[in-house]
């Protein structure tokens, strides 16, 4: 299985990025870093307290997790990082221009039933709506696709390595 750079799994909060980033690393045979983990405590905060995050809380977020990739660069990774907006994304392809994003995408009720069953995570489920509301799906111009999250971490894990694997073979 060839590394596609960097692989930045993405998608609102409950769509399995912090599950299927591992796996997809495991994979791949590269290392996996959790998005979550660049967050400010200050973010961290904001967003227990049901407080979506304003862009200028997500710059700083978005700058550690670019660095992270642009260290990776060449030598492959896999790093989880909701990148809602094009403006997210852009801002990480400015630090890390060979990026590829993972969009893991699903059914809103699924999310939100998935989301009601973790334990121990920051994020409530009454955030869901200003993530989808937020949610710009990634264009035909950006390096990436899309992988519904529908079965079990191993099903959408498949889906999304032999997906990746498509993309590498397009962009030969």
Known sequence: MRTPHVVVVMGVAGTGKTTIGPLLAARLGVPYAEGDDFHPQANIDKMSAGTPLEDADRWPWLDAIGAWAHGRAGLGGVVSCSALKRSYRDRLRAEAPEVVFLHLAGDRALIEDRMSHRQGHFMPTALLES?????????????GVVVDVTGSPEEITERAADALDALADTSR
């Open 131 to 143: 993530q989808f509301a937020t949610l710009q799906p990634l264009q035909p111009d950006e390096a």
